[in-house]
């Protein structure tokens, strides 16, 4: 059973920083590629982020290009989302995402994932 939980999350004003980390189990992040994915209320489910099989960074969404960064400590079964230079419209739900079908990239649709993480809420304000 593959299970993934986000922690890190909170409140944090304009222009701070935050790490989001996921930690995984019941595989290892060698063979399959995460990604981060996040909702704000009243909108689908955007990716931000993944990171493949090898450890390569892909799919970083033009809205948080340059702010944020997606990483990995293999031997802590943990994903981390670096996030800076935070706005008010990052704010929402951030889930971490996989499904044994991806390895060497990551689909954008949420729908092609079927493990989920719990959420880790996100707010971006002053």
């Known amino acids: 059973q593959f299970k993934l939980v986000e922690s890190g999350g909170g409140l944090v004003q304009p222009g701070g920083s935050l790490r989001l980390s996921c930690v995984i189990s019941?595989?290892?992040?060698?063979?399959?590629?995460v990604a981060w994915f996040r909702q704000a209320p009243g909108k689908e489910r955007e990716e931000v982020a993944c990171i493949n099989s090898a450890g390569l960074s892909l799919n970083e969404g033009d809205s948080v290009k340059g702010r944020f960064a997606i990483s990995r400590d293999v031997a802590s079964h943990t994903v981390y989302l670096q996030m800076n230079s935070l706005k008010p419209e990052d704010t929402g739900v951030y889930y971490c995402?996989?499904?044994?079908?991806?390895?060497?990239?990551?689909?954008?649709?949420?729908?092609?994932?079927?493990?989920w993480g719990q959420g880790t809420q996100v707010t971006v304000s002053s």
């Open positions: 995402a996989e499904d044994e079908f991806w390895t060497s990239w990551c689909p954008a649709k949420s729908s092609d994932f079927a493990s």
């Open positions: 019941g595989f290892r992040l060698d063979e399959y590629a």
